[in-house]
């Protein structure tokens, strides 16, 4: 029954997570995040390259937009197994809305920190090209 929880809870709150993106990214005029990019960088990860100056000029990997979702989606199973196991511990030693919180944070900060990084974009993604707003 924990690994169905685990896996319940990691598809789920990645999904919802990405309805979310894809709203925002339709009512914000922003691109929806590019799952291949995200794909060749683990596929090259694996090769041994951790950092691309950025990744849209390192080589296409075949089939890197599928390994991009799973990766996406194990995380999320990751982030679930690692909240059901580990915030307990934490929230017996401290409030149960601080651990829960605190377990928020540091799911946001990963990508911002080691994944952006990664990618060629810098911590925070301060190395991202915006692109400019329409005028309406």
């Known amino acids: 029954m924990r690994t169905a929880s685990i896996l319940f809870l990691g598809v789920f ?10 709203a925002l990214a339709r009512w914000c005029e922003r691109p929806a995040a590019d799952w291949g990019k995200i794909g060749r960088w683990v596929a090259w990860l694996v090769r041994g390259v951790a ?15 599928a390994i991009g979702w799973v990766f996406h989606y194990l995380v999320g199973v990751a982030y679930a197994a690692l909240f059901l196991y580990a915030l307990p511990a934490v929230a017996a030693s401290s409030s149960t809305t601080f651990a829960a919180l605190a377990f928020a944070a540091v799911t946001l900060a990963a990508p911002w920190l080691l994944l952006q990084p990664g990618l060629g974009l810098g911590v925070l993604a301060r190395r991202r090209r915006t692109r400019p707003r329409s005028a309406s």
């Open 51 to 65: 950092v691309h100056r950025p990744i849209a000029a390192t080589p296409p990997v075949r089939g890197e937009a």
């Open 13 to 22: 709150a990645t999904a919802c997570a990405d309805l979310w993106q894809y």
